[in-house]
């Protein structure tokens, strides 16, 4: 389970060098990089925010639910960071920016974005496929109960 903290945008967005990360907690591809994302922050300078806790919209007016569900949020040092602005920041502060260095090259970040777009629109079906097919993550379940698409149509055999 990732501990998410709603206390402290005010504190943390004008100045500090913490990044808070708004994310989807009900995708479970989007859940998994962000517990792999803490496992790296060891000085942890990175909060985690599930767009969908209790109170969220009380908590943090200035983000737009919807916007957020459509693209990465993030908040560092005052700024917000949309999409793969917000990936490369957060592997960056964890010391993994090697890796994502080139979603700033200036033809890679075009086409890097139009992927990333795409990927987060279908980031359920994404998520379910790796899976089912591969192993990776989890299924999508809600209150105990899992589906086959993201149309939250029970497929389960009786």
């Known amino acids: 389970m990732i501990k998410t903290n709603g206390d402290s945008m005010k504190k943390h967005t004008e100045t500090s060098d913490k990044l808070i ?3 989807d907690g009900n995708c479970p591809m989007c859940s998994l990089e962000m517990l792999k994302l803490k496992q790296y922050d060891t000085e942890n300078k990175i909060e985690l925010c599930n767009l969908h806790q209790k109170g969220f919209t009380t908590l943090y007016p200035d983000i737009d639910f919807d916007k957020a569900m459509a693209i990465l949020h993030g908040y560092y040092q005052g700024q917000l960071l949309l999409g793969l602005n917000v990936t490369h920041r957060a592997w960056t502060i964890v010391g993994k920016g090697l890796f994502v260095a080139p979603l700033q090259f ?5 086409v890097a974005h139009l992927i990333y777009l795409l990927i987060a629109k279908y980031r359920h079906p994404i998520s379910h496929f790796m899976y089912k097919r591969l192993g990776i993550g989890q299924t999508i379940c809600t209150k105990g109960t899992c589906y086959e698409k993201n149309s939250l149509v029970d497929h389960r055999r009786k």
């Open 106 to 110: 200036p033809v890679i970040k075009q």
């Open 21 to 23: 990360i708004f994310f």
